[in-house]
Nanobody, 124 residues
Framework: QVQLVESGGGLVQAGGSLRLSCAAS????????MAWFRQAPGKDREFVAA????????YYADSAKGRFTISRDNAKNTGNLQMNSLKLEDTAVYYC?????????????????WGQGTQVTVSS
């Protein structure tokens, strides 16, 4: 069993940065793939980024490439999403998710564990 708690959301101006964190409980987290998804009002939940258990293999949505960086610290059971050059369209609730390591990484249905979400609002 893994429990996930996000933090670090807030209000930021366009062009600014935020760093989201995900604190995990449960020893299995270090062997799981971790990901970030987001959901804007009236839209489906969408994949943002994922990182395998090895802390090396990463995946990004096109919208996140070059601006966002996903990382994790298995010793501390934490994960992070560094978001730079934020845009108005990045406004959403951001969710941390985890799943057993194999298989697809960009589909929300594949993830077993979810956090409660943290709001990110980008203003002009």
């Amino acid at each position: 069993q893994v429990q996930l708690v996000e933090s670090g959301g807030g209000l930021v101006q366009a062009g600014g940065s935020l760093r989201l964190s995900c604190a995990a409980s449960g020893r299995a987290f270090s062997s799981y793939t971790m990901a970030w998804f987001r959901q804007a009002p009236g839209k489906d939940r969408e994949f943002v980024a994922a990182i395998r258990w090895n802390n090396v293999t990463t995946y990004y949505a096109d919208s996140a490439k070059g601006r966002f960086t996903i990382s994790r610290d298995n010793a501390k059971n934490t994960g992070n999403l560094q978001m730079n050059s934020l845009k108005l369209e990045d406004t959403a609730v951001y969710y941390c998710a985890a799943k057993p390591n194999l298989g697809t990484v960009n589909a929300s249905y594949a993830y077993t564990y979810w956090g409660q979400g943290t709001q990110v609002t980008v203003s002009s």
